[in-house]
C-alpha cells in the first residue's frame, strides 16, 4: 500500500524524458532550508494536509521568504518509524490496507504553491 525511501529521482519515475538522480545537477541539491514546523497541527489531526498558509506563516514568522529554498516538512511522525501502525494509521499491508492508512501529508494546492509561487528546490517531508 505504501513504500518508503528517498524519490529524489522521481521525474524519470512518470516522464519519459524525466531525469535520474545522476543527471540532477548537484547545484539544485544545495541551498537554503527551511523546516516547516507542523507538529502540533498533525498531532491534532493525523490526516493534516500541509496547506499554504503554514508556509505563509513560516514566512511571517520568519521574515523571510521560502523562494528558492529547500523545504522540509516536520510533522512530528518521524520517530513513530518503524511502527507502521504509528507511522502508517494501520499494520495491514497490500490492498486491504490502502483505505485504512492515515498520517499528514502535503496538500496538491500547497504543493502547487510551492512550485508556482516560490519556485523551491525541492521538499521533504517525514511521513510516508
Keep these: 500500500a505504501e513504500h518508503g ?3 529524489i529521482d522521481a521525474p524519470i519515475h512518470f516522464f519519459a524524458k524525466g531525469k535520474t538522480v545522476d543527471q540532477l545537477p548537484l547545484e539544485q541539491l544545495i541551498g537554503a ?3 516547516v ?6 498531532a491534532a489531526d493525523r490526516d ?7 508556509f505563509e506563516h513560516w514566512e511571517a514568522e520568519h521574515k523571510a521568504t521560502l523562494e ?3 523545504v522540509l ?7 513513530y518509524w518503524p511502527d507502521r501502525e504509528k507511522y502508517l494509521g494501520t499494520k495491514e499491508q497490500g490492498k ?7 498520517f499528514p501529508g502535503l ?10 509561487r516560490r519556485h523551491i528546490r525541492m521538499v521533504g517531508i517525514d511521513t510516508a
Design 68 to 70: 528558492n529554498r529547500i
Design 48 to 54: 493534516y494536509q500541509v496547506a499554504v498558509e503554514d
Design 107 to 116: 496538500d496538491p494546492s500547497a504543493a502547487d504553491w510551492l512550485i508556482t
Design 5 to 7: 525511501g528517498t524519490h
Design 33 to 35: 532550508g527551511a523546516c
Design 73 to 79: 516538512i516536520r510533522t512530528g511522525f518521524g520517530p
Design 96 to 102: 486491504a490496507g490502502v483505505a485504512k492508512l492515515h
Design 37 to 42: 514546523n507542523v507538529t502540533r497541527k498533525c
